[in-house]
Protein backbone atom coordinates (compact mmCIF):
# COMPACT_ATOMS: atom_id res chain seq x y z
CA UNK A 1 0.00 0.00 0.00
CA UNK A 2 1.32 3.52 -0.51
CA UNK A 3 0.20 6.76 0.81
CA UNK A 4 0.89 10.38 -0.88
CA UNK A 5 0.94 13.81 1.22
CA UNK A 6 0.79 16.94 -0.88
CA UNK A 7 0.54 19.92 1.34
CA UNK A 8 -1.92 18.19 3.80
CA UNK A 9 -1.97 21.01 6.73
CA UNK A 10 -2.79 21.44 10.17
CA UNK A 11 -3.48 24.53 11.84
CA UNK A 12 -3.59 24.48 15.71
CA UNK A 13 -4.00 28.68 16.35
CA UNK A 14 -0.65 30.19 15.31
CA UNK A 15 0.98 27.10 14.19
CA UNK A 16 0.40 25.25 10.83
CA UNK A 17 2.33 22.39 9.82
CA UNK A 18 2.38 21.14 6.68
CA UNK A 19 3.60 17.78 5.09
CA UNK A 20 4.70 16.50 1.69
CA UNK A 21 5.76 13.44 0.71
CA UNK A 22 5.33 9.43 0.06
CA UNK A 23 5.05 6.60 2.01
CA UNK A 24 4.98 2.99 1.69
CA UNK A 25 3.69 0.35 3.85
CA UNK A 26 5.03 -3.37 5.00
CA UNK A 27 3.40 -6.63 5.50
CA UNK A 28 2.93 -5.08 9.34
CA UNK A 29 1.39 -1.81 8.21
CA UNK A 30 4.59 -0.06 9.46
CA UNK A 31 5.28 3.16 6.95
CA UNK A 32 8.55 3.88 5.16
CA UNK A 33 9.40 6.79 3.15
CA UNK A 34 10.54 10.26 3.01
CA UNK A 35 8.27 13.83 4.08
CA UNK A 36 9.07 16.80 3.97
CA UNK A 37 7.53 18.81 7.22
CA UNK A 38 7.16 22.35 7.61
CA UNK A 39 6.03 24.02 10.60
CA UNK A 40 5.58 27.29 10.64
CA UNK A 41 5.25 29.32 14.28
CA UNK A 42 7.58 26.38 15.57
CA UNK A 43 8.10 28.07 19.15
CA UNK A 44 5.06 28.23 20.29
CA UNK A 45 4.11 24.61 18.94
CA UNK A 46 7.72 23.59 20.96
CA UNK A 47 6.50 25.79 24.04
CA UNK A 48 3.15 23.67 24.28
CA UNK A 49 4.72 20.31 23.69
CA UNK A 50 7.30 21.13 26.87
CA UNK A 51 4.65 22.72 28.86
CA UNK A 52 2.51 19.78 28.69
CA UNK A 53 5.48 17.45 29.61
CA UNK A 54 5.75 15.60 25.92
CA UNK A 55 8.89 16.94 25.54
CA UNK A 56 11.73 17.24 28.61
CA UNK A 57 13.18 20.75 29.29
CA UNK A 58 16.49 19.56 28.53
CA UNK A 59 15.30 17.98 24.95
CA UNK A 60 13.13 21.22 24.08
CA UNK A 61 16.14 22.90 24.84
CA UNK A 62 18.18 20.96 22.52
CA UNK A 63 15.31 20.90 19.53
CA UNK A 64 14.93 24.99 20.02
CA UNK A 65 18.73 25.28 19.56
CA UNK A 66 18.56 23.15 16.24
CA UNK A 67 15.42 24.47 15.29
CA UNK A 68 16.83 27.94 15.43
CA UNK A 69 20.04 27.32 13.59
CA UNK A 70 17.63 25.90 10.07
CA UNK A 71 15.22 28.10 11.00
CA UNK A 72 14.04 31.30 8.93
CA UNK A 73 10.81 33.80 7.84
CA UNK A 74 8.03 32.77 6.98
CA UNK A 75 6.24 35.07 4.30
CA UNK A 76 3.64 35.16 7.40
CA UNK A 77 6.54 36.79 8.92
CA UNK A 78 6.63 34.17 11.73
CA UNK A 79 9.87 32.10 12.59
CA UNK A 80 9.51 28.48 10.05
CA UNK A 81 11.72 25.27 9.76
CA UNK A 82 11.56 22.99 6.89
CA UNK A 83 12.82 19.17 7.75
CA UNK A 84 13.06 16.05 5.95
CA UNK A 85 11.89 13.24 8.15
CA UNK A 86 13.01 10.05 6.49
CA UNK A 87 10.91 6.75 7.98
CA UNK A 88 11.79 3.27 7.76
CA UNK A 89 9.65 0.35 8.55
CA UNK A 90 8.41 2.86 11.32
CA UNK A 91 11.02 4.37 12.57
CA UNK A 92 11.51 7.89 11.94
CA UNK A 93 14.57 10.27 11.79
CA UNK A 94 15.50 13.80 10.64
CA UNK A 95 19.10 13.19 9.35
CA UNK A 96 21.09 10.64 11.93
CA UNK A 97 18.73 11.69 14.49
CA UNK A 98 16.17 9.04 15.44
CA UNK A 99 12.93 10.59 16.64
CA UNK A 100 11.49 7.34 17.60
CA UNK A 101 9.47 4.06 16.20
CA UNK A 102 5.75 4.80 15.57
CA UNK A 103 2.95 2.58 15.85
CA UNK A 104 1.73 0.56 12.61
CA UNK A 105 -0.65 3.31 10.57
CA UNK A 106 -2.70 -0.13 8.94
CA UNK A 107 -3.86 -3.39 10.10
CA UNK A 108 -1.35 -6.09 9.65
Known sequence: MR????????NWGSVTA????D???????????????DIGNWPVLL???RTSGVIDGDRAGA????????SS???DGLPRVRLPVTL???????????LGTLPPWLPG
Open 47 to 49: AAL
Open 23 to 37: LTFDARGRPSGRLLL
Open 88 to 98: DSGVAAIGPIV
Open 18 to 21: TITG
Open 63 to 70: VEGAFGAV
Open 3 to 10: ASFRDATV
Open 73 to 75: TGP
